[in-house]
Nanobody, 116 residues
Framework: QVQLVESGGGLVQPGGSLRLSCAASGFTFARAVMNWYRQAPGKERELVAAIRSAGGSTNYHDSVKGRFTISRDDAKNTVYLQMNSLKPEDTAVYFC?????????WGQGTQVTVSS
């Protein structure tokens, strides 16, 4: 059974940092492309960051470049999203996502709120 379990969300002040984690199981993690998406109220879900397998090249949404870093630990089947210099517009539910062969998997999401 495939599981993607996110953690690390919460309330943070503008300029602060959070680190999201996503623990995966039930598929071959090391071969999967791992992604973080987010969805703000009233907006469509958008791809924030992606990391490929075997070398881990990365891509970022323009709005988070230079502030967010995606990384993976294949030994722990975990993908991370380090978020620095957070802004109110980063407020959203953040979802972990895996592309494994022809399959796409989603986590349940974790809320990130940036507010003073």
């Amino acid at each position: 059974q495939v599981q993607l379990v996110e953690s690390g969300g919460g309330l943070v002040q503008p300029g602060g940092s959070l680190r999201l984690s996503c623990a995966a199981s039930g598929f071959t993690f090391a071969r999967a492309v791992m992604n973080w998406y987010r969805q703000a109220p009233g907006k469509e879900r958008e791809l924030v960051a992606a990391i490929r397998s075997a070398g881990g090249s990365t891509n970022y949404h323009d709005s988070v470049k230079g502030r967010f870093t995606i990384s993976r630990d294949d030994a722990k089947n975990t993908v991370y999203l380090q978020m620095n210099s957070l802004k109110p517009e980063d407020t959203a539910v953040y979802f972990c996502n895996a592309w494994s062969g022809w399959n796409v998997y989603w986590g349940q999401g974790t809320q990130v709120t940036v507010s003073s």
